[in-house]
T-cell receptor
Framework: QKEVEQDPGPLSVPEGAIVSLNCTYS??????FMWYRQYSRKGPELLMY????GNKEDGRFTAQVDKSSKYISLFIRDSQPSDSATYLC??????????FGGGTRVLVKP | GAVVSQHPSRVICKSGTSVKIECRSL??????MFWYRQFPKQSLMLMAT?????????EQGVEKDKFLINHASLTLSTLTVTSAHPEDSSFYIC????????????FGPGTRLTVT
């Protein structure tokens, strides 16, 4: 079993729809949770970072963490074609090391 | 957010030669940087943790004699792929954390290495 599981997609939605992404993890010692967006052939860009259970909102993005279920989510409201990218969840273990999910490819169709 | 740069953005080299990739933190000092490798349509895999002024820490299965890491200053880490082979062709990405900031890691734009 991988430490961080993420559905690879692709996830195709119409413009304006809500994009729902999620990851599950196995190590309860993980404390810090991040979502990155990666466009093709580019480095990942940090979108959201949280460390506690609950919701965190930033513009059109909402990150949700449920530590009891070891489940994290990212919601993108009012999706735009420019949101088409691969979204990676990342969870921090000891020593600042990040463990990444496999990434979900999202396609927002105009 | 903090800015991390990489150079070159892409490089093509012949099998058996060595290639150096630079990673710089532009607006902060990074005592720790990380090197990742990403194969097509796959996620990032941590190769090593680069510590300023000391030896890098390599992940299991990563050959330290093949992937030489030097973190000579608080803003620069280099990865040298020695005696490169076609199977080393990949996307190499570095990241750094601003110690004055939160726990976020900021990534460079990546370097695409092609070994012919």
């Amino acid at each position: 079993q991988k430490e961080v599981e993420q559905d690879p997609g692709p996830l195709s939605v119409p413009e304006g729809a809500i994009v729902s992404l999620n990851c599950t993890y196995s190590n309860s010692a993980f404390q810090y949770f991040m979502w990155y967006r990666q466009y093709s052939r580019k480095g990942p860009e940090l979108l959201m970072y949280t460390y506690s259970s609950g919701n965190k909102e930033d513009g059109r993005f909402t990150a949700q963490v449920d530590k009891s279920s070891k489940y994290i989510s990212l919601f993108i409201r009012d999706s735009q074609p420019s949101d088409s990218a691969t979204y990676l969840c990342a969870i921090e273990a000891a020593g600042n090391k990040l463990t990444f999910g496999g990434g979900t490819r999202v396609l927002v169709k105009p | 957010g903090a800015v991390v740069s990489q150079h070159p953005s892409r490089v093509i080299c012949k099998s058996g030669t060595s290639v150096k990739i630079e990673c710089r933190s532009l607006d902060f000092q990074a005592t720790t940087m990380f090197w990742y490798r990403q194969f097509p349509k796959q996620s990032l895999m941590l190769m090593a943790t680069s510590n300023e002024g000391s030896k890098a820490t390599y992940e299991q299965g990563v050959e330290k004699d093949k992937f030489l890491i030097n973190h000579a200053s608080l803003t620069l880490s280099t990865l040298t792929v020695t005696s490169a082979h076609p199977e080393d062709s990949s996307f190499y990405i570095c990241s750094a954390r601003d110690p004055q900031g939160g726990r976020e890691q900021y990534f460079g734009p990546g370097t695409r290495l092609t070994v012919t």
